[in-house]
Each structure stands twice: as C-alpha cells, then as structure tokens.
C-alpha cells in the first residue's frame, strides 16, 4: 500500500469541480461535483437518525435500486433536512438538471447536503451551479481539493486522502474527501464522506468492505453525541483499475480493506480531531476485552463524555472522569482490575493501576495531555480485544460556535 | 397536601446538624448530620455506574439488610470513589465513630459523600466531625437548612422542601435535601437526596413508593449526561406522625405517593435549573406518545443533547436539533407529525406543525427562550401517554467549572 497525493480524482477517470453557486454562502464556493468517466456501482452507508435528510433517503434509494452511478452533487450552506415532500423534489431535480447537463442517467446521480435544518434549497440557484460545475470539472489532483474545500461548513481545512495497492498486477486507487463537524449552521453535525475507486468489484462485495469498515472509523468517532439526519459514506468503483476482479474473502479482499480502512480511519480522525472547537484530538483505546463490542461501548463512552472532554481541554489528568465513564457505558468489567495510561507525543504515563491511582507526576501528565493529539488507553484486563474511539475537547469554541449559529 | 417549611427537619423527631470539618474545603462547613431520635425504616436508590463509590456500597448493605437506621452522616470535598478496601474501611469508621457518638447501632448508620474521586478521607477529621455534629444537632428548622447548605458542592442554592399530608387524622410530613450538579470538584456530578418523614408505613412500601418515584423525577434530569458514581436518594421513615398505617395501593399510598412525587419533582428540579454553568431550567415533555417508555426516551434525548443545551443557551428556537435529537433517540415516530411549542412566562409559541417550520415570529421565540425556566413540547400524535424531563443549558460556565478544576 502506498500513500499518494490527491482525493476524488486520485483513482482512474475521476473529475471533479467546486463552484460558487451562492446557496448561502456568497464568499465561497459551496457546491461540488464528482464526476466518474464511466459508470460506477455504489455502496453506502447511512445516518440511523429516524429524522433523514432529503439527500439521504435519495440516495438509500438509489444505491439500493443498484443503478449505475456516474456523478455525486454536493451542497453546503442547507442541509435539505426537515424539508417535506418539497425538499425530496429538489433532490429529483437536482438529479434531473445533473443528468442533462451531463448526459447521463437521472438515477445515477447521488445527492449530499449538509448546513441549516429546515430550510429549502433555492433550486434555480443549485441548477445553475450544476451548469458551472458540468463545465469546470476535470481529473485533476487540484480539482479534487477544490472539491473537497466546497463541502466544507465550520470545518477548519479540508479533508482529502488516496492510496494505491496492487492487485493482480494492476495499480488500484482509492481515493476520498470528508467534511466534518465543525460547522456555521450545526443543526447537523454532518459527517459526509465521498470515496472513489478505479477498483474492478461487485457491488455487494464493495457495500461488504464498507459496511464492515464503517463499524470500527466513523462510527468511532463522536464530536458531541449528536447523530446528524445527513450522515453519508458514499463510496464509487468505475472498473477502470482493469485489475481481476476483488472477490470477497480473498487475499485481493483484505488488501482492499486494509486500503479503504486507512482511508476511514484518515478521514473519520481528521473529522474528530477538526470538531467544532476543538484544539485537540482525544483518542481512546479500550484494551484487554473479552469482545469488540465490549471495547467499542467503553472506548465510546470515554470519548463522549462531557466532563471527560473538558478535562482533556483542560489538559487535566481527570482519571475519575474516564473510570466513571466507563462505569455507566453499560459495558461489565471489575472497576478494581482497570489500569490507565495518558500517551503522546509528549510521552506515556500511567495514572490507574488496579483501579486507583499510582503515584504519578501531575506535572508530566500536564505535559502529556498538552499535545494536539492525546490518546487514553484503558485496560480492564479480561481478554485480549480492543477497539479506538475518537474525539475532540470541550471548549469554550464549541458553546461560541453553537449558541447562536443563526445571528 | 400541604407545602410547609423547611427541610429534612420538617418531620416529627428528626434533627440535624452541619459542622466545618475542614476535609477539603476550609472556610465553609462540609459535614452533616440527619438524625432520628427513634430508629427509622429505611429505603434508597442507587447509582446504577459500575463503579460504585464506597458510601453507596455501604448504603446499599444496609438498606438490603433491613436493619434500622437512626442517622445518616453526609461530607462534601471528598467522593470517596475508586478509593478500594481503605475507602470502604473509612465507611465502617465513620459509622463506627456515629454510633459511639449517638450511641445507636453501626449498622443503622448511612453515610453520603460528594466531592473529587481517588482521594482518601482524612478519616481523624471526619470523627472529629461526627463528634461535634452529635453535639449540635437540633429539631430546628434551620439546622435542617445548615445541613442543605454543607452537603453543597459549586451549588448555588441550598435545596430542600417539605410537605404534609393527612392519614387517618394525622398529620404525616415529608421532608427532604439534596444537592446537585455545580461542583468545585466535578468528578461526580453527584446527585444526592435525603429524604425524611414521620409516617407509619411498612419498609417495602416505603421501598416501593421511593422506586416508583425515582424513574419519573431524578432519573429524568440530566446535567451532562454523565452518570455519577455516587448518585444517592435515601428516605427515612420513623413512624411518629403515628397514623393508620401507609398501605401498598390503598388511597393513603395514593396520597403518600403524590406528596412524595411533589418532593422529588421539587428537588430535581432544582437540581437541573442549578446544573453547573446553567442560566435555564430547560423542561421538555414529550405527549402524544403510545408508552410512557417512549415518552421518557424522547423526552431525554432532547434534554441531554449538547445542541440543544447550547441553543437553549443562545435563545435559539432551533428546532432543527431537537427533532434531531428526538430522530436519534432510538424511539420509533413519524418526523412528519411531529408538532413543536416553546413555552415560558413570556408566552407559548408552535414551531413545527407536522414535521415543518410554521411561519413563527422569531422575536417572539427568542423573548420565549430568554426567561430562566424554559420549556419544549414536542407532540407524535401516537397516543396520549406523556413524560417530562429537565436539564439546563450548556455555556461558557460549564466549561469554565470543568475545564480545569484542580488548579
């Protein structure tokens, strides 16, 4: 596996394009297009929220039609969320107006939105932009960061990754870009993911590694506890890796997985450690498990814990925070068997054994805990799994950033 | 039923005390004492965090054991949590150094504590504590205050209520305390109760009223959804109102059971509208439901959502996070029927009608969410069964309180 430059348009036959289409933002560009040479199959993965955002019911539906898929339009500014049977019909349109001006099929046109709930979208506006972007689009490296620049709300930097692997002889690209969860209009706490690939796969084979991927990135990952109505990984394969085909269980199989997880775990990382206020990424290792399961449930109630957060912003060594989170996660295990350990760049030092504190240095902690990235790590002793968890601190940026969005 | 004054004191034959022990805290008290003069049956309910602190293990021992209780030994400072056989050891001393103090039994002695995790009691200031609480404990009305007031953490009001009841031509009071979620030292989020009454009433009944109360008042307010490891809610029953005894399901239970729910909807109450950092209680019922259960999950969801709590914070009428909020709760509803009103002492307003925005005024809305008690009704038009929850909003203090506590 080789990391290399690049995002969407890493991958064979990718373009893409950003346009300032205005929706709500009049400074920047907010609209973005992926663009495949030739028809793609598509697997997705969607918000749980019982409340589903326009695009997203789109976009279940025609991953699950198993339509081929050729282009993805992209929004920021509204999320299209709340918006009744009017919002799905700008969905329609907006695949309408896409399909015309790209000469491909109204049902391969996949939808992403992300900004304020509730509001409609000005669709003369968004077809527009589609218009601009049809014309704009094109394979490079520094179109596929525009892209991913367009999709941004709060997000401080945009989020863009590729890789390479070798199957069968044949170079493989996997390539994605992300947007978080720092944002203007956080009615949402959007995540969107948008991931390509020149890789030759069936499409139940492409929706398995990424189902399965999901579970252990961006499932891991919590900013605020609250699970957006947009939520989306979208991931694209246009066959034009002319590798043999990546048949599930192979060999080719987890090379491929191990690829798109490196990916995930890039991005779903980048979106934590980039939440709405963050200044630092928190990461949480729950270890020494009976299951996976057991270490997802306490390395997640860690990682979203309020007064665990704020001690980290704090850079404050609050290992009763992490002991008590670990208490109520709803997870078993025998509080006077856990150990813990602060890790970073800084160093590594261990603050519980057993259950109650060692004698450690308040002042190494403090240093330790200063870092951007900071890793706990738990260890309840009962097996040999484990499962990481990321998130960010608690700070006074996030009440700034959320108090008053709409003034 | 009527609202009288004072607190744990209120009832027949309780006294209390509260004395500056200097455990942690150096220029306020931070001892209390609640005593009987004549051995009272005893109820509670307990965290439900793995990690138990030391006084619930020992709470629960002796409210499992049946035997009777004559007084309860509360300190603030130190949680005695995640603090092993020595913090338990300090448990048994301090029952010990009441019993000998009060000359009653070891066993019927319980015992709260709130304050930093992983820290030792300094176990000679706490007999010498007990020593001077059994000297000035009193039947008066304000030594039942003096008590609210040392078992405070970064509380900003003592809290305690008491009501009375007729029984048979007898008149039963009930009393109680408690302190919440503004803390110095906020490992804990402890919530702790102590409740007192006179009534003749059987310890499974007593137990039975307590549990059946507890799931619709303390358990509905969230702070910041961390769980405390101390969490605490004990009643006392000395039987000295001297009525017909209090009998499961008869019209006295009834009766027992409404001024019960006024004492512990008062307390949690106040308990949330106190939460650390807050400006507004912020109330959210949920109607319209086909279950209680769906009710309550709903009605929490939209409560402990950080979103939600920082709109709150801004005056926003954001409606976008609580139908999100309320879409991810896990409760199955149709977002297209939802409606939404926002309630206060300026007013009531509709939001939503049927999933969408209704052309509200937002000035209106914002005058609305300005007042100190705050509330929002979300209706799923399933049914008529209903649940209210109580949080606070999430601001600059919150994180202010929590972000470094220890320096």
Redesign the interface.
């Known amino acids: 596996m080789e990391k290399i430059k690049g995002g969407v348009t890493a991958a064979k036959g990718y373009e893409a394009a950003a346009t300032a289409a205005g929706i709500k933002y009049t400074d920047r560009t907010d609209m973005a297009m992926i663009y495949s040479q030739v028809p793609c199959i598509a697997a997705g993965t969607f918000t749980?929220?019982?409340?589903?955002a326009a695009p997203v019911r789109w976009d279940m539906q025609v991953v699950k039609s198993g339509a081929n898929v050729q282009a993805v339009i992209v929004n920021s500014g509204i999320?299209n969320?709340?918006?009744?049977e009017e919002g799905f019909g700008y969905c329609r349109e907006t695949a309408r107006a896409a399909a015309a001006a790209l000469n491909i099929s109204e049902n391969g046109v996949l939808i992403g939105s992300t900004g304020?709930?509730?509001k409609q979208l000005p669709i003369d506006k968004v077809s527009a932009g589609i218009m601009a972007l049809a014309e704009k689009k094109k394979p490079s490296l520094e179109n596929g960061t525009g892209a991913a620049k367009a999709i941004m709300t709060t997000d401080t930097c945009e989020k863009e990754i590729a890789v390479t692997i070798q199957v069968g002889g044949q170079t493989v690209t996997i390539g994605g870009m992300a947007k978080g969860s720092g944002m203007i209009h956080?009615?949402?706490?959007t995540m969107l993911a948008f991931l390509t690939t020149d890789a030759v796969i069936a499409k139940e084979t492409l929706q398995k590694a990424l189902s399965e991927d999901v579970g252990d990135t961006y499932n891991m990952i919590s900013v605020?506890?609250?699970?957006?109505?947009n939520d989306t990984v979208l991931l694209l394969a246009n066959g034009m890796a002319e590798n043999p085909e990546i048949v599930y269980e192979t060999e080719d199989y987890q090379k491929f997985k191990e690829a798109l997880h490196v990916i995930n775990e890039y991005l779903a990382k980048k979106i934590a450690g980039d939440g709405e206020g963050a200044t630092a990424l928190f990461e949480v290792k729950a270890i020494g498990c009976e299951s996976v399961e057991q270490a997802k449930t306490l390395a997640k109630s860690i990682v979203?814990?309020?007064?665990t957060k704020?001690?980290i912003?704090?850079?404050?060594a609050?290992?009763?925070?992490i002991?008590?989170?670990?208490?109520?996660?709803g997870?078993?295990?025998n509080?006077?068997k856990v150990d813990l350990f602060f890790e970073s760049k800084a160093g590594r030092l261990q603050i519980?054994e057993n259950?109650?504190?060692v004698d450690y240095s308040e002042e190494k902690a403090t240093k330790i805990l200063s870092e951007s990235e900071v890793t706990a790590i738990a260890d309840v002793k009962m097996g040999d799994k484990e499962a990481t968890a990321w998130g960010c601190d608690?700070?006074?940026g996030?009440?700034d950033i959320?108090?008053?969005?709409?003034?």
């Not at 956080?186 to 706490?189: L, V």
């Not at 912003?313 to 404050?316: E, Q, S, T």
């Not at 002991?323 to 996660?329: D, E, F, H, I, R």
């Not at 959320?402 to 003034?407: G, H, I, K, L, P």
């Open positions: 749980t929220n019982v409340v589903k999320a969320a709340c918006t009744g304020v709930i509730g956080p009615n949402m706490c605020d506890g609250d699970t957006s109505t979203c814990s309020n007064l704020t001690a912003a704090g850079h404050d609050n290992w009763g925070r002991l008590c989170a670990m208490g109520y996660s997870a078993q295990f509080p006077e519980i259950g109650t504190a608690l700070t006074h996030y009440i959320n108090a008053d969005y709409r003034s």
